[in-house]
C-alpha cells in the first residue's frame, strides 16, 4: 500500500509556464483534496472531489484547475504560474474503510518555485 | 465559515517534561470532527489523534491526550513525557459537512534535551 503519492516532489517554474500536479491514492477512498501550504498560514484548501466525477472549489481556487480523472488519480493544473503560487502542495484523500473515522491522509507535498 | 485558531506560534520543552498546545475553533453544524496532526521537517503530515464532538470523553493516544471543551470550543493537546522526535509543526484541524478540513496556522514545538 503506497497510500498517496504525488509528483513530482520539486518543481521550478517560469512566470507564465504552465504545469500539472499529479496525485493517486491505493486506498480505494471515495474523496480526494488539494491543499497549498505558505509559511504562517497553515494549509488551505484549493479544490477537492467528493466523489469520482464531482470536483468543488475551496478556498483558495483562483489560478487553478482540477481533474478526476478516475477513481484513483486527481490532478492539479496551473495553465500560467504566477510568483503568488510559490508554494508547497499537499493531495489528501479520504473515505472508505481505511478512514472510518473520516481522517484525511496526505501525500508527502510538493514544492513549487514560480520565478 | 469555520475558522480555527492556534494562539501560540512557538513553543518550547523538555525531554520528559509535558506541554500543552492551544486550540479555538468556531463552526455553527452540530456534528464535526477534530484532529491534530504533526508535520515534521520531512513535511509529511501524520495524524496524531481525532476527537468527535458527540463524544464527551476526551481521546487518548499513548502520550497525546486532549482537552475537548466543546461550549467553549476549545480542543488542546498534551504532550506528555516529551521526547526529541516529537519536534515539529502541530496543526489543529476541524471537519464538517463535506468533509473539508479547516486548518489552523500552526504550532512549531520544540524540544530541547
Known amino acids: 500500500n503506497a497510500g498517496v503519492t504525488q509528483t513530482p516532489k520539486f518543481q521550478v517554474l517560469k512566470t507564465g509556464q504552465s504545469m500539472t500536479l499529479q496525485c493517486a491514492q491505493d486506498m480505494n477512498h471515495n474523496s480526494m483534496y488539494w491543499y497549498r501550504q505558505d509559511p504562517g498560514m497553515g494549509l488551505r484548501l484549493i479544490y477537492y472531489s467528493a466523489s469520482e466525477g464531482t470536483t468543488d472549489k475551496g478556498e483558495v481556487p483562483n489560478g487553478y484547475n482540477v481533474s478526476r480523472l478516475n477513481k484513483r488519480e486527481f490532478s492539479l493544473r496551473l495553465e500560467s504560474a504566477a510568483p503568488s503560487q510559490t508554494s508547497v502542495y499537499f493531495c489528501a484523500s479520504r473515505g472508505g474503510a481505511y478512514s472510518p473515522y473520516n481522517e484525511q491522509f496526505f501525500g508527502p507535498g510538493t514544492r513549487l518555485t514560480v520565478l | 465559515a469555520q475558522t480555527v485558531t492556534q494562539s501560540q506560534p512557538e513553543m518550547s520543552v523538555q525531554e520528559a517534561e509535558t506541554v500543552t498546545l492551544s486550540c479555538t475553533y468556531d463552526?455553527?453544524?452540530?456534528?464535526?470532527?477534530l484532529f491534530w496532526y504533526k508535520q515534521p521537517p520531512s513535511r509529511q503530515m501524520i495524524l496524531v489523534i481525532r476527537?468527535?464532538?458527540?463524544?464527551?470523553q476526551n481521546a487518548t493516544e499513548n502520550r497525546f491526550s486532549v482537552n475537548f471543551q466543546k461550549a467553549a470550543k476549545s480542543f488542546s493537546l498534551k504532550i506528555s513525557d516529551s521526547q526529541l522526535g516529537d519536534a515539529a509543526m502541530y496543526f489543529c484541524?476541524?471537519?464538517?459537512?463535506?468533509?473539508?478540513?479547516?486548518f489552523g496556522k500552526g504550532t512549531m514545538l520544540l524540544v530541547s534535551p
Open positions: 484541524a476541524s471537519l464538517t459537512g463535506y468533509s473539508t478540513l479547516t
Open positions: 476527537q468527535e464532538a458527540y463524544k464527551q
Open positions: 463552526t455553527s453544524e452540530s456534528d464535526y470532527y
